[in-house]
């Protein structure tokens, strides 16, 4: 079974279609994997620099992340950096196999989109020549939500208000 | 009242008086007024206080959104663009200016970029919401484009660009002669034209940033959405056409992930983190983008 996954892995790397369900990324700082999503969280195994991972979810602010030994953890977000691709697509495929499986064969990019890119492309000499289009201007009020319909919308989900403060500027920090 | 009050109250009637009593000078000629010194002296006037009430923010914001969807008309999919407008108002609901007119939309444009423009207008492209993979990570990048409309960046930016203070009261004057005013709209394209191909101060996308992690967290989202959508942009190869716009318009997105995670750390947002994320009704409403993506 395993072979055959690999077989396949080979046959859409081939294709040029990349890998959906599987993500690599490097540890940018020395971390420790933790058994779950917490800071206090036990310690599965300590990371140095530029360890390999492989992600499998995120949780907030925390990776699902696999070790080439098969080991497993959680990392925070900010230790880790995705490896990319050089090709312009996206090298963060974690997740987008729900839309890679959708794509014609043959398509290059995490997301099937990078093929496409600079069809329909959008540059800054698009904006700079832009000749006003005000028929659409007034055609997208069509689509909008009223309230009480954004209310339904966010109870189908279950997302409730919160009371949340606005964050201050973290002094020093500017990059 | 403070000073600033004051002049707000009188600027606008003093505006209309002047443009009278202009425009009638003009219509004897000279009459040993000098007009250039006089409306020199209304710019001043007009220059220093801010007047865009919500009336003219919106004139503004239908002009500068007119134009964007001139370089990007919007994508024909009512099922998509009744999606993204829900969890966009939403969101700006739980913002300081939730009475606006809110309208998102998608662009057709698979590069990767969103657009926020005064007045509630909020545009996003197709290419970007191909590359998120959850109502959460749309919330956040939503989020902060509905900061940007909050915070009346472009708004001001817009303003001084193209000193529509006083092309504002001109434009309540000829609106009110003739109903319409293609001398704003023309101007506050230029404007667009030459702002969104430039953008804002990077430090404008920082606080944009920080404030749109909050309004996702306030409409009950995982606020580390954006975050994890900025992560996304990182890996994308930076030469590439996609992100031409994008990179040209705003800081980089590594710049961004660091002071956002430093910023969300400090804030303790972590405590938001296993809030609703809606992946699988992102995915279900987003995959018709694919196969229309695919065309051409």
Known sequence: MKRWGLIFLVLMVALGVHAATQSTAQTIIATSLNSAPYSDAGTVASLPVSTNVNIIARQGAWYHVRLDSGQDGWLLMTSIRMNSTSSGSSGSSWGFGWLSSLFESGRSGATGVTATTGVRGLNTGDIANAKPNPQAANEITAWSATPQQAHQFAQQLDLKPEQVAYLQQVKGAQP | MNMRACLEMIQRPLALILMLVLTSCANVG???????????????????????????????????????????????????????????????????????????????????????????????????????????????????????????????????????????????????????????????????????????????????????????????????????????????????????LLLATHPAPAARVALLSAEMQAGHMDRYGRQVEGTRRYQQMIKTLVSTSTRR
């Open chain 2, 30 to 244: 000279g009459s040993g007024v000098d007009l250039n010194s006089l409306f020199s002296a209304l710019k001043n006037v007009k220059q220093a206080v801010k007047p865009a009430d919500q009336q003219e923010e919106e004139q503004i914001g239908y002009a500068t959104a007119a134009t964007l969807l001139g370089a990007a008309k919007p994508i024909n999919d009512p099922a998509v663009q009744e999606y993204v407008n829900k969890v966009g108002l939403w969101v700006a609901l739980q913002s300081d200016r939730p009475n606006l007119p809110w309208h998102f939309a998608v662009v057709d444009s698979n590069d990767i970029d969103a657009f926020a423009v005064p007045g509630g207008y909020v545009f996003i492209t197709r290419g970007l919401l191909l590359h998120m993979r959850s109502e959460a990570e749309l919330a956040g990048a939503l989020g902060h484009e509905i900061s940007h409309v909050v915070l009346k960046q472009q708004l001001k930016a817009l303003q001084q660009a193209a000193q529509l203070n006083l092309l504002g009261a001109a434009a309540q004057f000829e609106l009110q002669q003739h109903g319409q005013n293609t001398q704003l709209f023309n101007n506050v394209a230029n404007a667009t034209r030459n702002l969104y191909s430039k953008g804002l101060d990077k430090q404008d996308e920082f606080e944009a940033d920080r404030m749109g992690v909050v309004l996702a967290a306030r409409a009950g989202y995982d606020p580390y959405g954006l975050l994890a959508v900025l992560q996304t942009l990182e890996t994308v190869d930076p030469k590439s056409n996609g992100m031409q």
